[in-house]
């Protein structure tokens, strides 16, 4: 199981030059696996009813860069009585991934049943998921992973080395779009889709993201639109979708008229209307007579009106603004001009 | 739109944002600025003809042979008022397409703005236009040219809102010869007939 889930997001995080490998202190040589172990990952889209179990065995202990233990225990057995030479190699999954973190010890299913492998399989994939991000990061490695050759095999991921894998570390553009995708996912979902299925979706978007960062993202920005299920599924809440389209709506809105404002500064001479301006904008002096004035500011308004604009709605605009200019000039300089030629 | 490359001078259909929006999509919603500018040193003319393949159709029934559009010639005592918008990669090769039968000329040296609210990363910019140097030539010895109506009155509209009353030609014109001395007057938007519009 842990060799699937580390393969698939291995492969999901292009790390295609590092090879998994697992095997079983107990494990008889070419055991089928679990069968309900096996079913529960088909429904995970996980195929392991071709893998075979194997023993550890120095050979193979000899060929890996580093050897993974699930548990306390496993990790004592085997630095001390199956491959004492190797102890070097040998570190607890949960140690080597995350330490500012405590993830219980991962157990084997005590028991068969849906509920011991579901929680198998949620910590696997935690702790899998980090180490594979771990991997990703040479900065962020561990002493243990001492192999030159094949740190620069990784990709140094945007994150800043030795940082907690968190959401909040995302780009908040990216993280929007991220939210907004999840959002969409469920909407398009028939049914609510498992942990796993979020991440692959995610990732297929070009986002490597674990499941405490997409659940954090679940609760942080889409709070209120979505909720978990009693199988701990995300699903949208019943009014989420109306919702949404409500908030987007207002959003688009507003962006409109703020993209329409600062257009319209933009392309109209948006110089302060002065009076020195305004008697430009109509083309006459302070000499000029009223009444001359007001013939020529009325063949402005007549030559700019919009109704005489047919070919294009965008001229109509402008002469639109052109007229608002000239009546603007004429109200700042009108009394000026009647006032100043009574006296 | 991605980042701009160029700005784009425009003296005929291109000063009217629906006709770039026809060809650049989404123009209009950028809110791309327009801002007039002159070129010295060249003068509009209606001396692109282009073959009429069956888009103008007279009120008599008569199609004409050709159809005139509006194109800049270099003048060195003239100058040509127009607008320019910038353009993206994109923008530059479907203009290219459209304006197939002109043909792509750098005259950034030339240019004036007639503002001076220019966003500053203008100033870096080619500007560029498009102007026919190779115009149609009919087969016959005299040929019928014609104007769209409605292109001559984009282009009347324009001028009146850049502040130029642009003489325009008249209604129509029926005869190529006639049309030159009834615009005889008109030297500045319709050059005299010229040999290269005979065999």
């Not at chain 1, 207002?250 to 001479?269: G, H, I, P």
């Amino acid at each position: 199981m842990a060799r699937s889930i580390a393969e698939r997001l291995a492969r999901k995080a292009d790390m295609d030059g590092t090879v998994f490998d697992s095997a079983g202190v107990k494990a008889p040589k070419a055991a089928p696996p679990n069968i309900e172990a096996a079913s529960f990952l088909r429904m995970e889209k996980i195929d392991i009813l071709r893998h075979r179990s194997k023993p550890v065995s120095p050979q193979l202990a000899d060929s890996s860069d580093i050897i993974l233990a699930m548990t306390a225990d496993i990790t004592a057995q085997l630095r001390e009585s199956i491959i004492p030479e190797y102890a070097p190699k040998i570190v607890l999954l949960n140690e080597a991934v995350d330490l500012s973190t405590k993830i219980m010890d991962i157990l084997p299913p005590s028991d068969g049943s849906i509920a011991a492998i579901r929680r198998l399989y949620a910590s696997l994939l935690a702790g899998v998921g980090r180490l594979v991000r771990t991997l990703e990061d040479p900065g962020a490695c561990p002493e243990w992973f001492g192999a030159k050759s094949m740190e620069r095999k990784f990709k140094v991921g945007s994150r800043s080395s030795g940082a907690r894998a968190s959401a909040a570390t995302i780009d908040p553009e990216k993280r929007q779009f991220i939210a907004n995708f999840l959002f969409d996912f469920l909407e398009r979902s028939f049914e609510p889709p498992t942990i796993t299925q979020l991440i692959e979706a995610v990732g297929s978007m070009g986002h490597r993201l674990g499941q405490l960062e997409i659940e954090e993202l679940m609760r942080q920005d889409l709070h209120g639109f979505v909720r978990q299920d009693r199988q701990g599924c995300w699903v949208l809440r019943n009014d989420a979708t109306k919702r949404r389209r409500d908030e987007a709506r207002e959003k688009a809105r507003a962006r409109n008229a703020a993209n329409q404002a600062k257009a319209r500064s933009e392309t109209e001479d948006e110089e302060k209307l002065t009076p020195s301006l305004a008697y430009k904008t109509l083309g006459i002096t302070k000499e000029t007579e009223v009444e001359e004035a007001r013939r020529k500011y009325r063949a402005l308004l007549k030559r700019y009106h919009p109704d005489k604009f047919h070919v294009d709605n965008e001229f109509r605009e402008m002469a639109e603004r052109k007229a608002r200019r000239i009546n603007e000039a004429w109200d700042l300089i009108k009394g000026e001009l009647t006032q100043g030629q009574a006296t | 739109m991605t980042k701009p490359i160029a700005l784009i001078f425009g003296y005929g259909s291109l000063l009217a944002p629906h006709s770039i929006n026809r060809t650049i999509p989404g123009f209009l919603e950028s809110n791309t600025p327009l801002v007039p500018v002159t070129l010295a040193g060249w003068k509009r003319t209606w001396t692109a003809v282009y073959p009429n393949e069956g888009e103008l159709l007279h009120a008599d029934n008569t199609a004409p042979d050709g159809i005139a559009y509006m194109n800049v010639e270099p003048d060195s005592s003239d100058e040509a008022l127009g607008i320019v918008f910038t353009v993206d990669e994109e923008g530059i090769a479907a203009l290219d397409k459209r304006e197939k039968l002109y043909d792509r000329v750098d005259v950034t040296t030339v240019a004036t703005f007639l503002t001076n609210q220019i966003p500053p990363h203008w100033k870096s910019l080619p500007i560029l236009t498009y102007s026919a140097t190779s115009p149609w030539k009919p087969d016959g010895a005299i040929a019928t040219v014609g104007i769209r109506r409605d292109y001559r009155e984009l282009i009347r509209e324009a001028g009146i809102l850049l502040d130029r009353e642009w003489k325009m030609p008249g209604r129509f014109e029926r005869d190529y010869e006639c049309v030159n001395e009834r615009f005889a007057n008109f030297r500045d938007v319709i050059p005299p007939v010229d040999a290269r519009y005979k065999k």
